[in-house]
């Protein structure tokens, strides 16, 4: 008996331990068992769901009307990014309240700041930093999604022929869509290509597609507009009679009326052309609560407002 139990004993042993070494193994993710993606900003989740498909799921942290600059993670953000197999972000100091969270992260899980992929030289710098709003020029987000597109297969090696498959396809896309704005944005006027939003965001935007920018705030919203600078802006507009101010959807657009009635005040009547997608998508579900289509409506609502006849 004593021999049988101590048999028993010892298969029970290797048993238990060839379970663990399966364990061990790497997970293969399928539509059943999908790769668990986090993202910051919505623009980021959107391209890897584009080029995840089913394989993967993703939550974008940040969603419509949400400013990325101011925002902070929550108890339950910080769940989500402890349980992800890949987390996306952006970088390039725009998620600047999260930073200590972010770098803590990077030492212990697969993290990838997508902004990376912009080479340096081809960051744009305002007010000694390097300007974040990398997503608006479209040529940009094609390099992004091809970092994200790697950060996929490094994650899942099994799924790369779906994710190169996905990834042309979404590519083919965005190359569509650049010569979208770029076809929109020649129909105005070369005069009236002068873009006055909020806040410093569409930098980028102005460089690709043709476009003079100023923002009434810097390149991030935690400073607010003083006096100064609606003042100093509202003389620029009202001398070189621009068409149109626009606000954002993540920022409050008490400064845009702010300037408005300042540039009222010096006797030229400027209409507010539209509200455009800066720091965050339209809403879930919607056209706008896509990249593509947030950068479509973006240009629409840009050749409308500029193009009106003084």
């Known amino acids: 008996m004593k021999k049988l139990i101590l048999c028993l004993s010892i298969c029970a042993v290797i048993f238990t331990g060839c379970q ?3 364990d061990s193994k790497s997970v293969s993710y399928s539509s059943e068992n999908k790769m668990n993606v986090v993202a910051t900003i919505g623009m980021i989740g959107d391209v890897a769901q584009n080029i995840g498909g089913d394989r993967i799921s993703v939550y974008s942290m940040m969603g419509a009307g949400v400013d990325p600059h101011l925002y902070k993670a929550k108890a339950g953000d910080l769940e989500r990014l402890n349980k992800a197999d890949l987390i996306l972000y952006n970088g390039v100091h725009l998620e600047a309240k999260m930073a200590d969270v972010l770098e803590k992260l990077s030492t212990t899980k697969n993290i990838t700041a997508v902004g990376n992929s912009i080479n340096e030289k081809d960051l744009i710098t305002v007010e000694q930093a390097h300007d974040p709003h990398i997503w608006f020029d ?5 390099l992004v999604s091809g970092v994200i597109k790697d950060a996929l297969v490094r994650t899942d090696p099994e799924g790369k022929s779906v994710y190169e498959s996905n990834y042309n396809a979404y590519k083919a896309k965005l190359e569509k869509l650049d010569s979208y704005v770029k076809e929109k944005a020649a129909a105005i006027p070369e005069n009236r290509r002068v873009l006055i939003t909020a806040h410093d965001a569409f930098n980028y935007f102005g460089r690709a597609y043709g476009f003079e920018v100023r923002g009434l705030q810097g390149i991030s919203t935690v400073s607010e507009a003083g006096t ?3 003042r100093d802006l509202a ?3 009202a001398e070189n009679k621009i068409g149109a101010l626009f606000v954002e959807s993540s920022v409050s657009p008490k400064s845009i009326k ?4 300042a540039v009222q005040d010096r006797g030229w009547n400027i209409e507010i052309g539209g ?4 720091d965050a998508m339209g809403d879930a579900g919607s056209f706008e609560g896509t990249y593509i289509g947030m950068v479509t409506h973006n240009i629409d609502t840009i050749t409308k407002g500029l193009s009106v006849e003084e």
């Open 20 to 22: 663990k070494k399966e």
């Open 138 to 142: 479209v040529n940009n987000w094609i």
């Open 228 to 230: 100064g600078d609606v």
């Open 235 to 237: 003389d620029f507009i």
């Open 258 to 261: 702010a300037l408005q009635a």
């Open 275 to 278: 509200e455009l997608f800066s």
